[in-house]
Each structure stands twice: as C-alpha cells, then as structure tokens.
C-alpha cells in the first residue's frame, strides 16, 4: 500500500450552472440531480486520494434545506475525512451562488463512503488520510464514530462492536 497522503492533496471541487434540464416543475434543481453531482465530485476525490477505481459503498443523511434555483451556480467540494481499509469517508460540502445579486447559501453536507476495488471489484486497501488544518482533525476524529454508526445501520457491524457508539447502546444490551 502506498504512504500516507494528505488530506489536501485529494480536495476537489467541481463548479456547475442549473440549466432548465436539471430542474422541478418548480424551476429548482432537483434533488436526484443534486445527489449525483455529489456522487461524482466524492468519487473523483476518493479516486485522487486512493489512486484506484472506487465504488460508492454508501451515503448518510442528505438533507435538502435551501432550494437552488435555475441560473445558479452550484459548487461542491469534496475532501477524504479518515481512510480505513479500503473504505474512505468523504465529506461533501454544497453551496449555491446569485452571482448577479452577490448572494450565497450553504445549501448541503453529507458523508459518503467510497471503496477502492481492484479490476474484478474486490476491495483493495488504500493510503491512510493525513489531516492537517483544526477542521481537518476534527472531521478525522469524527469518521470512527460515524463509520460505526453506518455499519450498525447498514447491518454489517454488531451493536456491542460499536467501541465509538457504547453508550448508545449500553441498554439493548
Ligand atoms: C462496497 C463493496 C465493494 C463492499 O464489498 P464487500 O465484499 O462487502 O467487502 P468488505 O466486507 O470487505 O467491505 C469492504 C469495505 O467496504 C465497507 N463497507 C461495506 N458496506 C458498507 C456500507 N454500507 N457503508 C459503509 N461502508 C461499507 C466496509 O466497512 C469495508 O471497509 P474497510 O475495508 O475500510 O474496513 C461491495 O458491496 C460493492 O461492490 N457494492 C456495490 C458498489 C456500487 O456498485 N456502488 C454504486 C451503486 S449504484
């Protein structure tokens, strides 16, 4: 497996337009449209970050507070939180701009997990993250609980395994 890698060498934002194609009824970009643009700005991140093919393995919460109307101009940037094996926690972060009216919204965050597979899909292991900026090691220290919580949900990771999530749990128990 090759070294560690920095968190900053993986950043990758993408920058795109709403045309009429990608809204509702309501001329505001619609959400599956949204969630994909996310998928690929966070697959392109993890690809840098692990220099192989990667997968979307799963998505957390995406949460749709502030629409985005047509004409606006959308950026998402994506960053590796933590590496593990062969899985990467990917931090998505959107915002939309009026550029004419000098107006921006934050308008979604969410956590993807992506995984490197080798040419015949089986998962390979990749570098570790290195964080470096106060933001970077927060999103870090993080990722073990969140990674926890989805294998839990996911149904791939027994309650009581979950050392980051014990108190949660303590009685299901
Ligand atoms: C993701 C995938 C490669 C995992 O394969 P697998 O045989 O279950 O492999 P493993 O059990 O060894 O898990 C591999 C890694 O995936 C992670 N993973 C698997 N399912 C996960 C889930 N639901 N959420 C988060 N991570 C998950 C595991 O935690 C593990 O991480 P680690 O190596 O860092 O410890 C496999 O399920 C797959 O190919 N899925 C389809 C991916 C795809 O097509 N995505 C696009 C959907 S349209």
Avoid: Y
Avoid at 15 to 27: A, V, W
Avoid at 46 to 62: C, F, G, L, M, P
């Amino acid at each position: 497996m090759d070294k560690a890698r920095r968190v900053a060498d993986s950043l990758t934002t993408m920058t795109e337009m709403i045309f009429p194609n990608d809204t509702n009824t309501l001329g505001n970009l619609m959400g599956g449209n949204l969630m994909r643009m996310m998928d690929v700005v966070g697959a392109i991140c993890a690809q840098k970050h692990s220099t192989r093919i990667v997968v979307t393995a799963s998505v957390d919460n995406v949460s749709f507070k502030e629409s985005i109307p047509l004409g606006s101009v959308v950026t998402l940037q994506a960053k590796v939180t933590r590496s593990f094996n062969s899985s990467m926690e990917v931090v998505i972060d959107v915002w939309a701009e009026n550029i004419p009216a000098q107006e921006k919204v934050t308008t979604n965050k969410a956590f993807f997990t992506f995984v490197a597979v080798d040419q015949s899909g089986r998962p390979i292991d990749v570098p570790q993250a290195v964080p470096e900026t106060e933001e970077e090691k927060l999103l870090f220290d993080g990722a073990l609980r969140r990674r926890q919580l989805r294998l839990v949900l996911a149904g791939r990771m027994k309650p009581h395994e979950a050392s980051e999530l014990k108190s949660l749990f303590d009685h299901l128990e």
